[in-house]
């Protein structure tokens, strides 16, 4: 049955998986509880809420035996710090550069997970990053890639683009052997982030990074890390982009991944533009729709002071009177930056 649920899981577009228990070390979960202890997760008030259910999953659910993880390839193949030296368009991460992978990676497990359930006679359950779910430590306890120094996973084939997908089930399955840590010495990734967020190997300050605070954090930026964001309107590649192992990544073959040339290096100036109307339409099924048009505009306007492109400022003072104080004050910031 393993060999024929790999080939159903290829022919999905799914690029490895691999299988482990349903549980995690008693360490894991201690991890998390000292990192959200700590105030390292910022505004994430889920993160504290669903602590215990997060800490292993038979935690969250009791009868799960047995962990199926999936990869999923993104890599677009896009240069991404010669994207941040355009100063007037704006960078957004490569992974939202076309369709929200929750709803192309859930559709695909759903998928999967019913031939597996209709096979085997168990129950199953799926998880695309939407749950109480700690995704990496599982995929490196079942070998698809480790946990680099970034805490991201990085997979010898994969690189670090790519998406990970669960399905827990009932059924008790032959495990696979983790993955070894390959980064060695190297610590590239820890050195290139703009805003220094790494404490230290494998630990992150969530509230200095630059993902968390153009998608999570809500309300004004803190002033200390708004040069530092540049032209990052949504999210940041550069812990990703500069890892080694991504010289054997190849390209996603999957469309609803390709990067839409409109999102590629858009315009900072027609951006600036977008109505609560018009930014529903351009990111329509798209993971930028997610943090909504105040957070959207307020990245925008940081990006814009950043750019030095003085033919911005009446882009910028159109939303000194926005009923949004958030953007107000992000607007006021940008234009005081290109006095």
Same mark, same amino acid.
């Given at each position: ?11 999905? !577009? ?75 368009? +704006? ?11 929750? %709803?192309?990676?859930? !559709? ?36 698809? +890639? ?63 990074? @630059? ?9 004004? @930026? ?39 040339? %409109? ?28 943090? +909504? ?15 030095? %492109? ?30």
């Amino acid at each position: 049955m393993i060999s024929e649920l790999k080939t159903k899981a290829f022919e999905l !577009g799914f690029a490895s998986l691999r299988i482990t228990a349903a549980k995690l070390p008693t360490q894991i979960g201690g991890d998390l509880e000292a990192y959200v202890t700590g105030g390292h997760h910022g505004d994430m008030a889920w993160m504290p809420e669903t602590l215990e259910r997060r800490k292993s999953p038979d935690h969250m659910w009791s009868e799960a035996r047995s962990a199926l993880v999936l990869a999923m390839n993104y890599d677009q193949g896009l240069d991404a710090f010669a994207r941040l030296t355009k100063k007037s368009t +704006g960078v957004i991460s490569t992974y939202a550069l076309n369709r929200d992978y929750h %709803d192309v990676i859930k !559709g695909k497990l759903k998928t999967l997970a019913t031939w597996f359930a209709r096979a085997s006679g168990k129950d199953v359950k799926i998880f695309v990053d939407t749950a109480p779910l700690m995704e990496k430590p599982l995929a490196a306890q079942a070998g698809l +890639g480790w946990q680099g120094k970034h805490t991201n996973l990085v997979s010898r084939e994969l690189g670090s683009w790519f998406f990970i997908g669960t399905i827990l089930t009932t059924a008790e399955l032959p495990f696979d052997e983790p993955e070894s840590d390959h980064c060695g010495t190297c610590q590239a990734c820890l050195d290139v982030c703009p805003t220094q967020a790494f404490t230290a190997p494998h630990q992150i300050d969530a509230r200095r990074c @630059i993902s968390y605070l153009t998608i999570e954090h809500k309300g004004e @930026i803190p002033q200390e890390f708004r040069k530092a964001i540049g032209n990052r309107i949504y999210g940041c590649d550069d812990c990703l982009a500069i890892c080694p192992w991504n010289k054997f990544a190849s390209a996603s073959r999957d469309i609803k991944f390709a990067a839409r040339q %409109d999102l590629i290096e858009p315009k900072l100036t027609e951006l600036l533009q977008l109505d609560d109307a018009a930014f529903r339409v351009k990111f329509s099924g798209s993971p930028v729709k997610r943090i +909504g048009r105040e957070s959207f505009i307020r990245n925008v306007l940081i990006a814009a002071g950043n750019s030095g %492109d003085e033919s911005l400022k009446p882009s910028i003072e159109a939303h000194f009177t926005d009923p949004s104080t958030t953007i107000r004050e992000a607007a006021t910031w940008a234009r005081a930056e290109l006095q």
